[in-house]
């Protein structure tokens, strides 16, 4: 099955029949597992040709509403020698912060809720 990428982490009662199913049926691999990890099993599947980023819009998004916890947000990120960079689509930029993780991903602390007030949605429309 052709794929970018796609990271899902969800729950299950048979690990054994998922692992058949997604390697079977739609033909990723075992990159990686684990056992009894604070008494979770798991499994990393996907395809070991990829590594990187594929685009400049895969994102992590944290949205933080309160103005003074998403600052304290930034300066960690910043102090754990995160470099912000410009956001490839603008909107991330009027009331967030973007920062590459170590393998090219994004990641956004977004200043505002989700979903989005009328206010914020104003504000974003009045900086475009």
């Known amino acids: 099955m052709p794929s970018n990428i796609l990271r899902i982490a969800r729950p299950t009662n048979d690990l054994d029949a998922l692992v058949t199913f997604y390697t079977n049926g739609l033909g990723l691999q075992k990159l990686g597992s684990f056992q009894d990890h604070s008494s979770f099993d798991g499994v ?3 395809r070991p040709d990829f590594a990187g ?5 895969h994102l992590l998004v944290f949205y933080v509403p309160d103005r003074s916890e998403w600052e304290a947000a930034v300066e960690r990120v910043e102090d754990a020698g995160g470099v912000r960079v410009k956001s490839a689509n603008s909107y991330w930029d009027v009331l967030g912060a973007t920062f ?3 393998d090219g991903y994004r990641v956004v602390l ?3 809720n989700w979903p989005l007030t009328p206010e914020d949605s104003a504000a974003m429309k009045a900086n475009r």
Not at 53 to 57: C, D, G, I, R
């Open 100 to 102: 590459e993780d170590p």
């Open 44 to 46: 990393m599947l996907g």
């Open 53 to 57: 980023a594929p685009s400049k819009e």
């Open 110 to 112: 977004q200043n505002t």
